[in-house]
């Protein structure tokens, strides 16, 4: 029963999930005329977008679209077979996990680290100025739940500063809390540095000196899945190359 | 009741697709039957995080169910017995929440209710604190479940007629009582089911939750978020709650549909 039913459910659960991309494009195209797909991690969407519109200038006839989730998610679809040729994760974990399921090519790269740093609306309304704030039952704090890569982080950091924060909400994304920091719900939220640069002039960023002992590393890889592999690593090359460290360098990414 | 004569009319290939939309239904259910790892089932569903939020999701559905009771049975009653001009229009909008994607009610709810929204000073001044509360998250499902009541309860209203409240009110019997004695009596199977529909649509809500009320155990964490935030990390876990919820609503539809069928 159960192996009857798997196939049809997946099948009908793909025929969806490829929406996304075109996947009548690979049938006509032409070799020249590539579309290449990205799994990337939400936190990713400003920087991947730049980097994929200055790709399909230097590779005329290449196409880059992206998907971009929780990396857990993207994890989850890749390996039910939704139809990729690059994946670029917000933490290691889920790349190791990608890599133990198989679904990775070759070795996957480092190309940017993150860090964490509190949010605060731009009045700071709760005077916060340190990690230890945080603590007060006072601030309503907002942190990422510890399920996803930035709750782990926000745990680690917990643990090096020996700060107990004591949050009002604790969010299924980075981005969920930064959105409860900007709408003025919280007092404060601890974010990634590059969410705090991104979101300028809505929230104020504070640094937390403890915050480089915790880093988030981005790697990218090619996916075993992937119909067009000399593409999907000229794109990951693009990545760690000059031009695509420069764009992240520029939203606030750090080098690994 | 006699079953449906097999000549009843109907070419057959609408067989063909209403057997497939069947399915389509069905199939998922079971696949997600099918994922269950029953060995572990029980462990799953009584872990600290499951239980409270379960307990959470009864709570908040409970009160929620006896404000739409509260609120939805005076609503259903002036759009059912009175008319006034642009009824129609005020029927529309309030039903508005049945179609809206929940997290724009979230969003909406944010900036009425929010610290910056539109009653955020004054439900300060009074020293209320709605957000990150359990209170905004009975606001969220009350917010969406409060059209089901309405609609059950308007269609009921007016199946039932008028013809014994107005006999009610010629033999002298006061609007209160006639409300008490006759309509509300009249159309109890249709108020019960729009109850329960608005308790089980309570129980499923997410979007406006999640973007209204936050995520954390024991205060906002209802089951369908704790079920979204362990798919993080424990999928089993995820399987196994969500079947509970599908038990739950099984149970709803059962409720309403058995005592009267033609409720819904």
């Not at chain 1, 200038?57 to 196409?63: H, I, Q, S």
């Not at chain 1, 404060?188 to 480089?212: F, H, N, R």
């Amino acid at each position: 029963m159960k192996r009857l039913l798997v196939p049809l459910v997946a099948g009908v659960l793909l025929s969806t999930a490829a929406c996304g991309s075109d996947p009548s494009s690979d049938a006509r195209a032409p070799a020249k005329d590539t579309t290449l797909t990205v799994f990337a991690a939400s936190s990713l969407k400003g920087t991947f977008t730049e980097i994929g519109q200055k790709f399909e200038d230097a590779n005329p006839g290449v196409t880059v679209t992206f998907s971009f989730a929780g990396s857990s998610d993207l994890v989850a679809q890749i390996s039910q077979g939704a139809p990729a040729d690059v994946f670029a994760s917000a933490d290691t974990e889920n790349m190791d996990k990608a890599t133990a399921d198989g679904l990775v090519e070759g070795t996957p790269v480092n190309f940017a680290t993150n860090t964490l740093e509190i949010a605060t609306p731009p009045d700071n309304p709760a005077k916060v100025d340190s990690l230890d704030d945080l603590a007060s039952p006072d601030v309503k704090t907002v942190i990422c739940a510890a399920e996803v890569p930035c709750g782990a982080a926000t745990a680690g950091l917990e643990k090096v500063a020996g700060v107990d924060i004591a949050p009002v909400s604790e969010e299924q994304s980075v981005t969920d809390v930064l959105g409860k920091v900007v709408s003025g719900e919280a007092d404060a939220g601890l974010v990634y540095v590059t969410d705090v640069k991104g979101a300028a002039g809505q929230v104020i960023g504070i640094e937390v000196p403890e915050a480089s002992q915790v880093v988030n590393t981005y790697p990218t890889a090619v996916l075993s899945g992937s119909s067009n592999a000399s593409v999907a690593r000229a794109f990951t090359a693009y990545v760690v190359g000059p031009e695509g460290q420069a764009v992240l360098a520029a939203a606030g990414f750090a080098q690994p | 009741m006699s079953r449906p004569s097999r000549s009843s009319g109907l070419p057959r290939w609408v067989f063909v697709p209403a057997a497939v939309g069947a399915l389509f239904i069905l199939l998922p259910l079971v696949a997600l039957a099918s994922q269950v790892e029953w060995s572990h089932f029980v462990d799953l569903i009584t872990s600290e995080s499951s239980r409270s939020a379960l307990v959470l999701s009864l709570r908040t559905s409970a009160i929620s169910t006896v404000l739409c009771l509260l609120l939805g049975v005076p609503m259903a009653l002036v759009l059912a017995r009175t008319s006034f001009r642009g009824q129609g229009a005020l029927r529309s909008l309030v039903l508005l929440p049945l179609v809206l994607p929940p997290v724009v009610g979230g969003i909406a709810l944010l900036y009425t209710f929010g610290r910056k929204g539109l009653l955020g000073e004054t439900i300060e001044v009074l020293g209320l604190q709605i957000a990150f509360s359990t209170t905004a998250v009975v606001i969220a499902q009350t917010f969406v479940s409060l059209p089901f009541l309405v609609v059950s309860l308007e269609g009921a209203l007016r199946t039932a007629g008028e013809q014994y409240e107005v006999v009610a009110s010629t033999l002298g019997a006061r609007p209160t009582t006639v409300l008490r004695r006759v309509t509300l009596p009249l159309v109890l199977p249709g108020l019960a089911a729009g109850a329960v529909l608005s308790f089980a649509r309570a129980l499923g809500e997410f979007g406006a939750t999640i973007t209204f009320a936050g995520s954390l155990e024991g205060v906002t964490r209802t089951l369908p978020l704790e079920i979204y935030l362990q798919r993080e990390s424990d999928p089993d876990a995820a399987v196994a709650l969500s079947l509970v919820l599908v038990v739950v609503a099984v149970l709803v539809i059962a409720l309403v549909r058995g005592p009267r069928r033609e409720a819904l």
